[in-house]
């Protein structure tokens, strides 16, 4: 996974600290925590952290939704990692039912 993707609309977001945030969050939880537990509590961190430093952690760009504010490009990087291990979770499953096809061929 590279460390810095160009996401839409031209913003350059840096995946590393972005999931280093979650990475902590999860730790600081100490349980694992799921997408949208992910989001908010990185949002109530930017929040914290704008205040007291003045400055965002991930320097995203927040919108309003239905559900609360969204850090967009961070749940774009979410969306790309869990993507990709629903994939190589595929191709595990693909993987393993054709050598059980082939197998029963014989």
Same mark, same amino acid.
Do not use: W
């Given at each position: 996974?590279?460390?810095?993707?160009?996401?839409?609309?031209?913003? @350059? +977001? *840096?995946?590393?600290? +972005? /999931?280093?945030?979650?990475?902590? /969050?999860?730790?600081?939880? &100490?349980?694992? @925590? *799921?997408? /949208?537990?992910?989001?908010?509590?990185?949002?109530?961190?930017?929040r914290y952290h704008l205040r007291k430093y003045g400055r965002l @952690?991930?320097? *995203?760009?927040?919108?309003? =939704?239905?559900?609360?504010?969204?850090?967009? &490009?961070?749940? *774009? $990087? $979410? &969306?790309? $990692? /869990?993507?990709?291990?629903?994939?190589?979770? =595929?191709?595990? $499953? &693909?993987?393993?039912?054709?050598?059980?096809?082939?197998?029963? +061929?014989?």
């Amino acid at each position: 996974f590279c460390s810095i993707i160009v996401l839409k609309k031209g913003y @350059i +977001v *840096d995946t590393k600290i +972005v /999931l280093e945030s979650f990475y902590y /969050l999860s730790k600081k939880m &100490n349980a694992s @925590i *799921d997408k /949208l537990a992910a989001i908010k509590l990185l949002f109530f961190a930017d929040r914290y952290h704008l205040r007291k430093y003045g400055r965002l @952690i991930t320097e *995203d760009t927040y919108y309003a =939704l239905p559900h609360g504010p969204v850090a967009s &490009n961070a749940l *774009d $990087v $979410v &969306n790309s $990692v /869990l993507l990709k291990e629903h994939q190589t979770h =595929l191709e595990r $499953v &693909n993987t393993k039912s054709l050598k059980l096809s082939m197998r029963s +061929v014989h």
